[in-house]
């Protein structure tokens, strides 16, 4: 049981980890910024590059290496920043996804 607990607990502290560097990254002014409107993707377009699904993982260098493919995707993958939050997030299934639905109703409150 508490092996469970570590794992959860390292596990929230990878996709923390996550979301900073992806923070970070989107106050670099060397990446380009797309503003709402400039471009129109969809999320049938983003679906065909193939983004990996995260489903969550005891070794946080796992949630590590999702969020470099996911940085790749975008990269490439020409969408606003609103867009790459929710085309990233709906890639998050199984315990990731029940992860973030609760990070997601404490940043709302």
Same mark, same amino acid.
């Given at each position: 049981?508490? $092996?469970?607990?570590?794992?959860?607990?390292e *596990?929230?502290?990878a996709? +923390?980890?996550?979301a900073? *560097?992806?923070? +970070?990254?989107?106050?670099? !002014?060397?990446?380009?910024?797309?503003?709402? &409107?400039?471009?129109? +993707?969809?999320?049938? #377009?983003f679906?065909?590059?193939?983004? !990996? $699904?995260?489903?969550?993982?005891? #070794?946080?260098?796992?949630? $590590? @290496?999702?969020?470099? %493919?996911?940085?790749k995707?975008?990269?490439?993958?020409?969408?606003? %920043? @609103? *867009?790459?939050?929710?085309? &990233?997030?709906?890639m998050?299934k199984?315990d990731?996804e029940?992860?973030?639905? &609760?990070?997601?109703r404490?940043? @709302?409150?």
């Open positions: 049981m508490k $092996e469970m607990a570590k794992a959860m607990k *596990q929230a502290q996709i +923390t980890l996550m900073q *560097q992806l923070s +970070t990254r989107d106050k670099d !002014p060397n990446i380009p910024r797309l503003e709402v &409107g400039q471009i129109r +993707t969809t999320f049938a #377009d679906k065909k590059i193939g983004p !990996p $699904e995260f489903r969550g993982a005891l #070794d946080p260098d796992m949630a $590590e @290496e999702w969020l470099t %493919e996911m940085e995707v975008f990269t490439i993958f020409p969408c606003t %920043e @609103e *867009q790459q939050v929710s085309y &990233g997030t709906f998050l199984a990731a029940f992860w973030w639905d &609760g990070a997601r404490l940043l @709302e409150d």
